[in-house]
């Protein structure tokens, strides 16, 4: 045999042999997903149906709930590769390819003034978690895990901050508990912030304003927005897709802070090759598109395809995250957690509501 040839047949071998160690846990990881996805829909009509409630559960939420009920299954030794793949390695593919759904165009509608007060009120929210972790003795890895959940875009900002905070013994824990926060926050919100806009007298630009830079999950951004009016739905939904912009830069900060703080954060590496780069380079194609209308027709099923792939993959990496964490773990959580949580909510929204009323 050749030397090129026996090359080859070990490179064969190898993939051979990493899919046999990844597949059954990708497999299970995928399983979840996929009956989470399928259990959202029946979720929400049996719900309706038996309170008349319109709420739907959101699949990533169910996701991770069924995967925290499985974990004792997931533990096993075969599994436990592909789900700790799913985590780290498909987590920031799928982060990554969410640039495609941002357009630069979009950012500059909104104003210098209005960025700067999302900029400002992000940061302060993003440090005020740091803070208030420190004053609750819940550690600064929870912090800035719920800081960027409030202050960017939720669950995937959680699970994107969660690549570059330091491993530590209840990260897994805290980093469920801020994904299932977030969506619990923003489904209440989602209800008593128009009404506070009216109270205070914000015309539609502010409300619209106000609700996309307060919310922390998209879903619960477009229902508050669009129940009040189709201009306020739009302001609230381009706001909002500023702060998911605005992810990578606060992701690469935060991972920066902790590789330059004390001796116990060393390990901190921000991942830019992986996906940092995916997601900058996606969003500058993205804002071109527009200009060059002849490639649009191969463009829009490209960028739809990639959309799905993100969704997914997303969804996939929250199922193995709940698959990784015991429910043991996640019962430790008291209350200083949820009143970090509860305090970097209230943060954004003084924060930009006093803007609001200054700009």
């Not at 495609?100 to 960025?115: H, P």
């Not at 630009?205 to 307060?214: E, F, K, P």
């Not at 009016?229 to 690469?252: D, M, Q």
């Not at 901190?268 to 209308?293: D, E, I, Q, T, Y």
Request: charged share 10%; glycine share 8%; net charge positive.
């Amino acid at each position: 045999m050749s030397k090129a040839a026996a090359t080859t047949q070990d490179s064969a071998e190898g993939v051979v042999s990493t899919m046999r160690s990844l597949g059954p846990g990708i497999a299970l990881s995928a399983a979840v997903a996929t009956s989470s996805y399928f259990a959202e829909p029946v979720f929400a009509g049996a719900l309706k149906g038996v309170t008349g409630w319109s709420y739907t559960l959101p699949a990533i939420v169910i996701a991770l709930i069924v995967g925290i009920a499985l974990n004792g299954l997931a533990s096993r030794p075969t599994l436990q590769p592909g789900i700790a793949w799913c985590v780290k390695k498909l987590l920031r593919i799928a982060i990554g390819l969410l640039g495609v759904r941002i357009a630069l165009s979009d950012i500059i509608e909104l104003g210098l003034s209005s960025a700067l007060l999302m900029m400002a009120a992000m940061a302060l929210t993003i440090t005020a978690g740091v803070y208030l972790a420190r004053w609750f003795k819940v550690g600064d890895g929870y912090g800035v895990l719920a800081g960027a959940a409030t202050a960017v875009c939720g669950a995937s900002a959680t699970l994107a901050t969660a690549t570059v905070v330091p491993s530590y013994p209840q990260k897994g824990a805290d980093v469920a508990f801020t994904v299932v926060a977030a969506n619990a926050v923003s489904t209440l919100v989602m209800i008593l912030y128009p009404p506070l806009c009216v109270l205070l007298g914000l015309d539609a630009q502010r409300t619209g304003i106000m609700l996309g830079a307060t919310i922390h999950d998209m879903a619960q951004v477009v229902g508050a927005g669009y129940a009040v009016s189709e201009p306020v739905g739009n302001t609230a939904v381009i706001v909002k897709l500023f702060r998911v912009f605005l992810l990578l830069p606060a992701v690469l900060a935060i991972g920066w802070w902790f590789t330059r703080s004390n001796a116990q954060h060393a390990a901190a590496k921000v991942p830019v090759p992986v996906f940092a780069l995916a997601f900058l380079g996606l969003s500058v194609v993205n804002s071109m598109m527009p200009l060059v209308p002849d490639l649009q027709p191969v463009y829009a099923p490209i960028r739809s395809t990639l959309i799905q792939l993100s969704s997914w993959g997303m969804l996939i990496a929250i199922a193995a995250l709940g698959l990784s964490t015991s429910l043991t773990s996640l019962l430790r959580i008291g209350w200083r957690h949820i009143a970090v949580f509860t305090g970097t909510t209230l943060i954004i929204l003084i924060t930009v509501t006093a803007g609001l009323f200054v700009v």
